[in-house]
């Protein structure tokens, strides 16, 4: 009785109209699919493309081995991949203790003034600074105030800086996604408020503070601009002096001075030449930063994944 | 108890003072990195402002805010920063066009549409896209657009801004989509249920209730993205050219201030020199260009947002 006048309610017009809505909700789902479909082919046929190019140059194992040439066919990335490792170690170095320092203080520590709040409002604003303006920091400060030279050393703390908001903002959600009774079940046992943070707080959000920390370093790998405005060089035909030595006191600290070139910087110079065998090379450069790239957020997510899936509050 | 207090030499109390120091010396040198922040900005203002004093001393402000060439480099040189600005904006214009549409989308339908193992599988995925280095997409912009561009319209030159640009848009996507997605996500259930409640599709539901409600946090994630446009350097240093031209042309090459920048790095211009200052009048332009741009995002977010 009711179901019969219910379907009376719905005039021929009605039902159009209802149908049409429906027609447009899957249209614009269809829409949505399509524009995420859009975004990811590009970026597989970017890889593909590009190590399909590269390929030539990546079969050979000297590529790898090689200095930078001025005949492509001869020409590697040893410098540039060295100097890639050497300076995200001094990046790792200088940005994880700062950064997770700083993420500490203003979790845990900071009372609700303005000196916090302003702290908070810049960390928020340098995460949008453009990456070249570090680079002029870095220009004016370390390599002319500080005189750290156009070396390892300012190209590690150029990128530490740019990197430090990502540590920073990734370190205080991982404290603040620790549930506040860990902290006093440790209180209550008399711990201080170091003892409690070092002991159960840290160890906790560690895996947190890595998956940022990851994920900023693989963002100071890629990264070109700022390291070009600091005065890269990109024809190396030597390596920084190794810091391990056969004599006492077995490690030098050389390194941290000398000129350097990274993977990136070496692709940009081989991608802005006319000659097509060299963007050969510099699509198998690219390919290896890709692949840097891709593992280290891979990994990061990975983690960040099986976190998610571990911890059960 | 008293006792214990009083003696000096008691070992718990000694053990207790130095705990105590040990924690004021900690939370000190927390305090000092997290100041390191400010110290960078202040950094940042003092190379850019001093050196661009400098720069000032000998380049009217007035010729530089107005002027149409800029040639710092030449016989002649001229500091007018128009053609440097122009290619900014308009390449930032193009990948706004791409990256906007495309971003909103993307949020609207992993946020209201795709169901929880979609999305689970798609965040991690655009982040890929987000984590691709700059230079790899320059060189996509270079060698793989331009030329499938030319096929269309043979007449475009090598270095434009048009695939720049489209480039550049691919790869703010994933920051303008997470963003606005958050923002969406943070929308209360109770408002799609008193809209499914009257009978709305889920697209009426998405399009009316959800987005305006959200349009707070997905105004700052467009802003977020036109800044991340404006300073980004080395897919218009690669693919739109560096020659400084006064054109809104996104067919015609153009340098960007960013492009500007890295092409006088590369030269190794001496420290101190009229040239060598231009490259921090062009930086601070840039700086001042987005935050203006979020202080208009600040009002703009203010001025819209809505409380639950």
């Not at chain 1, 950064?99 to 845990?108: D, F, H, N, P, S």
């Not at chain 1, 609700?112 to 002029?136: D, F, H, M």
Request: net charge positive; charged share 10%.
């Amino acid at each position: 009785m009711l179901a019969a006048k219910f379907s009376d309610l719905i005039t021929p017009q009605l039902g159009h109209q209802l149908h049409q809505r429906k027609l447009l909700n899957l249209g614009f789902m269809v829409m949505g699919l399509v524009a995420i479909m859009v975004a990811l082919f590009t970026l597989a046929a970017l890889i593909i493309h590009m190590a399909m190019s590269g390929w030539p140059r990546l079969s050979t194992w000297e590529f790898f081995t090689a200095f930078a040439s001025r005949r492509p066919e001869r020409a590697g990335i040893l410098a540039a991949w060295v100097g890639s490792l050497l300076v995200i170690s001094v990046t790792a170095i200088v940005a994880v203790p700062i950064g997770v320092a700083a993420g500490i203080y203003l979790e845990e520590y900071a009372r609700k003034n303005w000196l916090s709040e302003l702290i908070e409002i810049n960390v928020t604003n340098l995460a949008g600074v453009p990456s070249i303006i570090y680079g002029l920091l870095a220009l004016g400060v370390f390599v002319y105030e500080f005189k750290f030279g156009r070396s390892v050393l300012t190209a590690g703390c150029t990128l530490a800086l740019l990197i430090l908001p990502i540590v920073i903002v990734t370190t205080r959600e991982s404290l603040r996604s620790i549930p506040q009774m860990i902290r006093e079940a440790a209180y209550a046992v008399g711990a201080t408020q170091w003892q409690v943070i070092w002991h159960h707080v840290l160890p906790y959000s560690i895996g947190g503070i890595l998956t940022g920390t990851i994920i900023g370093l693989s963002r100071a790998i890629g990264e070109t601009s700022s390291l070009i405005t600091i005065g890269a060089l990109t024809f190396i035909a030597f390596l920084p002096e190794s810091p391990f030595q056969g004599k006492p006191p077995f490690v030098s600290w050389e390194w941290l001075n000398s000129p350097f070139t990274v993977m990136p910087i070496q692709m940009f110079n081989w991608v802005s030449r006319p000659n097509p065998e060299f963007q050969v090379n510099a699509a198998a450069a690219g390919t290896v930063l890709m692949t840097m790239t891709l593992l280290m957020n891979g990994f990061a997510i990975y983690l960040r994944y099986r976190l998610r899936q571990g911890i059960k509050w | 108890m008293a006792l214990r207090d009083s003696t000096p030499l008691n070992p718990w109390r000694r053990s207790r003072d130095r705990q105590r120091w040990t924690e004021r010396a900690i939370e000190l040198l927390l305090l000092l990195a997290a100041l390191s922040s400010i110290a960078t900005l202040l950094g940042i203002l003092y190379v850019l402002v001093g050196e661009s004093l400098q720069f000032f001393q000998q380049v009217s402000l007035w010729e530089f805010i107005t002027g149409t060439r800029w040639t710092p480099l030449f016989g002649d040189p001229k500091y007018g920063i128009w053609p440097l600005l122009s290619g900014t904006l308009t390449t930032t214009f193009v990948a706004l066009l791409i990256a906007i549409p495309f971003g909103t989308a993307i949020a609207i339908y992993s946020s209201e549409f795709a169901p929880a193992t979609v999305r689970e599988i798609l965040k991690p995925l655009l982040e890929l896209l987000a984590g691709v280095p700059s230079v790899v997409y320059g060189y996509f912009a270079l060698l793989v657009v331009t030329p499938l561009l030319q096929q269309v319209l043979p007449w475009l030159p090598g270095f434009n801004m048009i695939s720049a640009g489209a480039v550049m848009g691919l790869a703010i996507i994933p920051l303008v989509s997470s963003i606005s997605e958050d923002a969406m996500q943070a929308v209360p259930n109770t408002l799609r249920e008193g809209s499914y409640a009257m009978g709305a599709t889920k697209l009426q539901t998405a399009l009316k209730v959800v987005f305006p409600s959200a349009i707070s946090g997905i105004m700052s994630a467009y802003i977020l993205g036109t800044s991340r446009a404006l300073g980004e350097t080395m897919i218009v240093t690669i693919a739109a050219g560096l020659q400084p031209t006064l054109t809104f042309n996104p067919f015609e090459q153009a340098a960007t201030i960013t492009a500007y920048i890295v092409q006088v790095s590369m030269g190794d211009l001496p420290h101190g020199t009229l040239q060598y200052q231009t490259i921090f009048a062009a930086g601070l332009t840039l700086v001042l260009l987005t935050l203006v741009l979020n202080i208009i995002g600040h009002l703009l977010t203010k001025r819209y947002r809505e409380r639950y």
